[in-house]
């Protein structure tokens, strides 16, 4: 699939359900609606989409939410995408996980063909842990790591640069990733949805973390590259690699190979744009895929340049109303 803009689309992010057992300050408000359990698509209508999108491109695929590994039965649905594994049609499956419920299941997702989880932490300190996911506990994610880590899986964590949160925990983040082998991504927040809180109170640019880095560890860049948007750089000290996703510094669009979609099946060309294509109509309209397919090519025509996602004074309301537990990070 190319867009107009002569990418092509080769990565599709799903997001299975809007609900997440935490309630992380900079991604959801406390007190959340979720959607009616009657509009969620089924885990074969996940398939379906998602096997459709394989048909057309996709070779990337990754699970997110709200909290993917909380959905019921939502390993039935990670076993059937793994077929498409087995039959080489796509090249990886994986999934961006709070780690909460990675211990129970991160032996059955090696099995199936997952090789790699991120894994989101944005504290290793268990008390402001807590602070920054109002629900989450440190203890039960870092067991969820080691269970990822002892079943074979490679995990990278990615942390969200909060300012005067976790700002001080930097170095102590590379560290211990670099001890114990996990890559680190820094993530730029970004204007999504009401949280109640003003985003320019959290807004820490990774031009400033990536400098305030570089003053003690030793960091040169390399060509790594994951499919996704982070860049990264080697760290001397530790051997381990930093990536940073920088929506806001320098945005990424020129290479973007990404589309999205929700649990209701509305597909997003763009994370920071509100254009979106539904997809459940077509899908329930026949038991053949051709109207389907045709959706998501019109779709993809119209995929845009690029978000224009700005956090500054005069821009204080978010760039779109929709949550990240929406769309998926
Ligand atoms: N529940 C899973 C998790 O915690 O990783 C998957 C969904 S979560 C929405 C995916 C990623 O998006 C997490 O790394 C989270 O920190 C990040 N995220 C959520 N809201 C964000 C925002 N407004 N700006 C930047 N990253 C955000």
Known sequence: MLDPYGRTISYLRVSVTDRCDFRCVYCMAEDMTFLPKSEILTLEELDRLCTAFVRLGVRKLRLTGGEPLVRRNVMTLIRAL???LESGALEELTLT??????????????AIGVKRVNVSVDSLDETKFRAITRWGKLPQVLEGIAAARRAGLAVKINTVALKGVNDDEFDRLVTWCGAEGHDLTFIEVMPMG?????RLEQYLPLS????????RWTLSEIDYRTGGPARYVRVAETGGRIGFITPLTHNFCESCNRVRLTCTGQLYMCLGQNDDADLRAPLRASESDSLLEDTIREAIARKPKGHDFVIDRRHKA?????????TGG
């Open 208 to 215: 400033l973390v990536r400098a305030r880095l570089a003053e």
């Open 194 to 198: 009401d949280i109640g809180d003003d």
């Open 82 to 84: 793994g077929r498409h």
């Open 97 to 110: 996980t709070n780690g909460s419920q990675l211990a129970k299941h991160a032996a059955d997702l090696a």
């Open 318 to 326: 978010p760039a779109v109303a929709r949550h990240m537990s929406v």
